[in-house]
């Protein structure tokens, strides 16, 4: 990422994350060095990280945006897309296993409530309805605040049982918390990453590194036939590889919709920047949401008639026959 900055006048940058303290987001931001040096507040939800963004309570919120079973995380990829613009800085990884913690004194036969995140819940759904078919699901605003849940709540004169009997969580959470692990490596499939990106407002691009992402939104006209296939052709005509697209509801009404795009590259190199042009000619509300190294490198084997090289020497041919 390029060197952390923080607000005119203060030393330390603040960093926000979907908290509370022990979530896989969590995990995710103590991966960047900066943090170690710098001030952390835990958020309540993915939204509220990004609010603090915009409006300047924050430098950066690290926030999850796409799990290697369950898909995009929408919170992330709706909220980017629209409002003040964002930016997102550094890409991070990090491999999901999931332990089952109870409230204190249950037993796994006696477990009715289960709490979680909802992509936490999509990715042991399997393992839960052989162990546990009657338990009833709901939702908490992440792993971590759900586990909390079991906890004795501050106001509590301790008669009062909590509302659920046990929760999906990182292991790290049953450390912190000392709530007593009923199962471990509950997840569905082994091997599941989660990844995670670092957003900020907009300012000066990660330098290239050769093994990069671009990260872009394209609204679609619906009076436009075709719009897909078009969009495709300006990444294809330039040998520019996709690592993740899909569609998301714009929310203002059925058959309204966005794509969610992930190219391989960097806007500062010239193919990407003619696909970027040629989009936006097409699609006026494309918006750009950052140029950042993946978080495990592959270089891009860009095609020689796609090169810098290539289209500064296109365009020098092309001056010259102006010249003439
Ligand atoms: O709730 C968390 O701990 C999160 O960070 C969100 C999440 C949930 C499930 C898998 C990966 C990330």
Wanted: overall charge negative; glycine content about 8%.
């Amino acid at each position: 990422m390029p060197p952390v900055s923080s607000e005119a006048g203060r030393a330390r940058a603040r960093f926000t994350f979907l908290g509370p303290e022990g979530t896989f987001t969590e995990a995710a931001l103590r991966q960047i060095p900066e943090v170690a040096e710098s001030d952390v507040t835990p958020s309540s939800s993915v939204i509220s990280a990004l609010a603090a963004v915009r409006a300047g309570d924050a430098d950066y919120a690290m926030v999850p945006i796409e799990n290697s079973v369950e898909g995009g995380v929408s919170a992330t990829l709706d909220d980017v897309a629209s409002g003040d613009d964002l930016q997102i800085l550094a890409e991070v990884l990090v491999p999901i296993s999931f332990v089952l913690v109870g409230r204190e004194g249950i037993g796994l036969d006696e477990v009715c409530r289960i709490t979680t995140h909802t992509h936490a819940w999509a990715q042991v759904r399997g393992w839960a309805d052989a162990h546990l078919p009657s338990a009833e699901f709901t939702p908490a605003s992440s792993t971590a605040a759900g586990a909390r849940l079991l906890l004795p709540q501050p106001h509590d004169d301790g008669t009062a049982a909590p509302a659920f009997d046990a929760a999906v969580c990182a292991p790290l959470v049953a450390e912190q918390t000392g709530l007593p692990v009923l199962a471990e490596r509950i997840e569905d499939t082994a091997g599941a990453v989660t990844r995670f990106v670092l957003v900020g407002r907009p300012g000066p691009l990660p330098e290239p590194t050769g093994s990069d992402k671009t990260t872009l939104t394209v609204p679609l006209p619906d009076d436009h036939p075709g719009a897909l296939l078009e969009i495709l052709e300006q990444f294809s005509t330039r040998g520019i590889n996709l690592s993740r697209i899909e569609s998301r509801p714009t929310g203002s009404g059925l058959g309204q919709y966005f794509f969610s795009i992930d190219l391989e590259g960097h806007l500062a190199e010239e193919r990407v920047q003619a696909a970027l042009a040629a989009l936006h000619r097409i699609f006026p509300g494309v918006r750009f949401l950052g140029s950042y190294p993946r978080a495990v490198e592959r270089m891009v084997k860009v095609p020689t008639h796609m090169s810098d090289a290539a289209y500064r020497s296109g365009r020098e041919w092309v001056a010259g026959l102006l010249q003439r």
